[in-house]
Structures are given as C-alpha cells and as structure tokens.
C-alpha cells in the first residue's frame, strides 16, 4: 500500500521539464536576460545586482516553473570561440531564446550571421524561436522594426517552426514576462520535442 501510495504521489508531483537555450553575441544581456527572469518567476529569488553583471563566459543555468512546466535555461557564452559550441546543445533543446543588442548597431549584422549559422542546424529544425531585440530602455537603440528589417532574410530558413521577434529590457523587465509566455506555449504545444519527465522538487 505504502508502495503504491508513493508511486502515486511520485507521478503527481512528475513535472515536464523543457529545456530553453539564451543564446547571442557576447554582451547581447543574456545574463541580464536569465536572472530578470529568474527574479521575476521565482518566489523570493534573490539574485545578483542585474546592473552589476558581466558578460557570459562559459554557461549559466536557471531554471523557473510556469504554467505546469519547468523551464531550464541554459545561457551560453556568446564569444566567437564560444559560438561553435552552441550546437552540442542544440539536440537537447526545446526553444530558442536569441537576444539581439540593439544599442550595439555597428555588431547587428554579426549577431545576424550567428543567428543564420545556427539556423542552419538541422538539430533545430523543429524548435520554436524566441529573438528579443534588447537594451529597448535605451533612448538611441534601433527599434524592433530595424532589428527585423536586418534579419529580414533569415526568415527563409525558419520554415513551419513557431518564430516570433520583439523588444526588451532585461535591465528593467520590460516585455520578459511576455516573452516567456510565449515560450511556454510554444513548448508546450509542440509535438516533436516532448518534455523530459522531471520531480517537480
Ligand atoms: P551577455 O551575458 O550576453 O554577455 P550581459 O551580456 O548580461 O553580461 O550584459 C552585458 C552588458 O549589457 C551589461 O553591462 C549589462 O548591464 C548590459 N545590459 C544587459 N541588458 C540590458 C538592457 O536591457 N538595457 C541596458 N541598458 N543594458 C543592458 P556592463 O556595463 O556591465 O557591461
């Protein structure tokens, strides 16, 4: 009996668990990115000062609870050197979350030829697209229509995958809420990368 209680209450308490990667250039704010989102989805989460962050080297992980579901956020370097190792992720990923700088106009069409190289990836065929034209707090960044004009041409390559672009603040929090709404819906919705059964401790 206690066997079966415990199985029961071990599948009720299962989570389904998504894995989501923050990728774009070094500086883009994916670190700001993932700890607003940590503070803003996470009861009592005290983090780090986001004005005191500095640029991803390696990978930060996080992970929030939404909407029935665990995201797990991994926020990976965005050097050059960097960049060639986002694809050992991508097979494990369920969502793409690409941060564009939109301050940082002169590196837009680098950060636009990353986004080609990773669409490129047929790893990430199926897999929903989150890009976040960042840093919108600031009065001179190009807005999400400049953003989307300079990626106009990568759409050939998104295909039926769920894509989506819109502005940010990761520094204020300015459209993150909604940004990871969508996400989850997405996930969540699509068939070809079931989640991973988790506890949900
Ligand atoms: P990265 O992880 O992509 O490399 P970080 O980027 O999160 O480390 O952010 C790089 C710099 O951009 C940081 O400033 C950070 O405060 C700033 N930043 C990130 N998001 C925003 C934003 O939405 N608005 C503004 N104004 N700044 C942002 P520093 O000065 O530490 O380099």
Known sequence: MYTLLSGLLRHALKKDEYCILILGLDNAGKTTFLEQTKTKFTKNYKGMNLGKITTTVGLNIGKIDIS?????FWDLGGQEELQSLWDKYFAESH???YLVDSVDVDRIQESKQAFDNMLRSEALDTVPLLVLANKQDVLSCATVLDIK????DSSTHIGNRDCMIRSV???TGQGVNEGIEWMVKCVQRNPYRPPRQKDGA
């Open 68 to 72: 029935g579901s665990r995201l797990m």
């Open 95 to 97: 969502g793409i979350i």
């Open 149 to 152: 004009k300079a990626f106009h």
């Open 169 to 171: 603040s990761a520094l």
